[in-house]
């Protein structure tokens, strides 16, 4: 019995090695269970559809279906006791992804576009931001990224054509959203797309970054441009401690042409009023101007994973100058540029997921009081000087004093650009959040505060104190139901009413506007 029970294990374990030995060669299983999913083509989305509700709105009826810029400024925004504001904006922002086999996934083609309305707006047109009429069949796609990424090496990437600017130093189509508002500048300087070449190389403990972007091309065969340049490196320091620096260097030719529609872009353009940047106003005189910023920033564990304590911040200052014509080709020196604004972020993960977190968060940006009567700007400039976002500061938990995140064709907070039209910034954020649900529901409660660095004419430093909070249910990964909300008490920072160029501080008004405040239930899907 022992004997046969021996030749039995024998002939078994010989037929399972026989079999091991053959298994991934045979054509049932190389076939049907492959080792690695080999996709050339594939398709991401982001799904955003909400229901808001205000007491903001615009005063301009050309705005009603989208408005971008600062509350209260040249966008005609408003806020009233009267009415509030009720809608439902739909957006969808499909990727489209190739990598063909011929080239052994060293070449990558990237499209990706917005699709977006306000329900019940209009049918039977064209025109980005509209189509949610009766009967649709409106003509509204807007191409948001269309570029070829080459990687000719390991850890090296090579981007060419429409694509990201954002001011961090990692990968904007490797990294999360999330990651890119904490870490780098967190695209408070630079947060937008435009076309040109980059090139990275990653390390395992570094990364470096460098880039050349056409912002605006006139006559081509004329020096009036608009041009960024951009070197951005950062090293793993420790474990922990990350460690970065950057230069970025812009040369405006372009006199404020381009740019958005009508209202131009630059130092000298009505673009300014609308973003709540500083204008420089030099009248009908012909200017031109080169503007640098260097800067500095760093991080401790920045992916919240190695422990509770997550700290980053950045240092930047803006240098540069602006000359106007005098006469035929005699140019003078108009304005010397010099500004600085700092960052510090804190956070503590007190429990098992990153919900379960507290968040401070301190910013600080340099003001000018006296406007251009001494030959000097000593407020900031971010790339919202050019475009309409070009930099967007969403990551501090603020709605409506700070930007917010959720939205599709209504950007308008109080402080859209640090900047705050020259007159500084000192704010301050305290977040906090709780899982009450691990990874199935959480909520937030949050707050904000801010003052000016400089006093508007007629005003104080106060701008505001923002209440708000969210409850959001995650039906699956990266699908969620969420309900928002928010109060901001206005300061007295928009009693301002005397200043050469108060009327942008608080819409006009003879008084102090009405308290801002919003709330709306947004359902989110990113697919993939």
């Given at each position: 019995m022992k004997r046969?029970?021996?030749?039995?294990?024998?002939?078994?374990?010989?037929?399972?090695?026989?079999?091991?030995d053959i298994a991934p060669s045979t054509p049932y299983f190389s076939k049907e269970v492959p080792l690695k999913a080999n996709k050339e083509f594939q398709f991401l989305g982001y799904y955003i559809n909400q229901a808001v509700f205000s007491d903001m709105y615009p005063e301009n009826d050309f705005l009603r279906g989208q408005i971008v810029g600062r509350l209260f400024g040249a966008n005609t925004s408003k806020t009233t006791r009267e009415h509030t504001s009720a809608y439902v904006e739909q957006r969808l922002i499909p990727f489209f992804i190739y990598t063909p086999h011929l080239f052994d996934g060293k070449v990558t083609l990237r499209a990706s576009f917005e699709l977006d309305w306000t329900w019940g707006d209009v049918a039977y047109g064209s025109g980005g931001n509209f189509g949610g009429g009766l009967s649709a069949d409106q003509v509204n796609l807007q191409t948001q990224n269309l570029e070829l990424e080459?990687?000719?090496?390991?850890?090296w990437s090579i981007n060419l054509g429409l694509q990201r600017i954002f001011d961090t130093p990692y990968n904007p189509y490797r990294t999360t959203v999330d990651k890119m508002g904490v870490?780098?500048?967190r695209l408070a300087y630079f947060g937008t797309d435009g076309v040109g070449v980059s090139a990275r190389k990653d390390w395992d403990f570094a990364r470096l970054k460098a880039g050349y972007y056409k912002l605006y091309e006139n006559a081509t065969q004329l020096n009036d441009d608009v041009t960024l340049y951009e070197l951005t490196g950062e090293k793993d320091i420790s474990k922990t401690w990350k460690l970065g620096a950057s230069v970025y260097y812009l040369t405006d030719r372009g006199n404020g042409a381009g740019g958005v529609s009508i209202l131009g872009q630059g130092l000298n353009s009505l673009l300014a009023m609308h973003n709540g940047v500083y204008r420089f106003n030099y009248g009908t005189a012909p200017y031109r101007a080169d503007?640098?910023?260097l800067g500095a920033f760093f991080g401790r564990n920045t992916d919240h994973w190695l422990d509770p304590w997550m700290l980053t911040g950045f240092v930047n200052v803006n240098i540069g100058r602006s000359d106007t014509l005098a006469g035929e080709n005699r140019w003078r020196k108009a304005t010397d540029i010099l500004g600085v604004a700092a960052n510090l972020r804190a956070s503590y993960r007190y429990g098992q997921t990153l919900n379960d977190v507290v968040t401070l968060d301190a910013i600080y940006t340099s003001g000018d009081e006296n406007g251009l009567t001494d030959g000097r700007y000593s407020g900031v400039i971010t790339g919202n000087q050019?475009?309409?976002?070009?930099a967007i500061f969403i990551s501090t938990g603020a709605y409506i004093l700070m930007p917010h995140g959720n939205v599709v064709n209504r950007y308008t907070p109080a402080v859209m650009d640090i900047s705050n039209m020259g007159y500084g910034l000192m704010a301050v954020t305290l977040n906090a959040s709780k899982g009450i649900i691990p990874h199935k529901l959480h909520a937030k409660v949050g707050g904000a505060f801010a003052l000016s660095s400089v006093q508007p004419r007629g005003g104080g430093n106060v701008i505001g104190t923002e209440l708000n909070a969210n409850l959001a249910y995650n039906f699956g990964p990266y699908l969620s139901l969420e309900l928002h909300g928010a109060y901001m008490m206005l300061g007295d920072f928009y009693d301002s009413r005397q200043d050469s160029y108060g009327s942008a501080v608080n819409g006009g008004l003879d008084t102090r506007p009405v308290d801002p405040w919003t709330a709306f239930l947004v359902f989110k899907w990113l697919m993939f």
């Open positions: 046969f029970l021996y030749l039995f294990l024998a002939l078994f374990v010989s037929a399972a090695a026989w079999a091991q080459f990687n000719p090496g390991k850890g870490t780098g500048y503007v640098a910023w050019w475009g309409a976002p070009a």
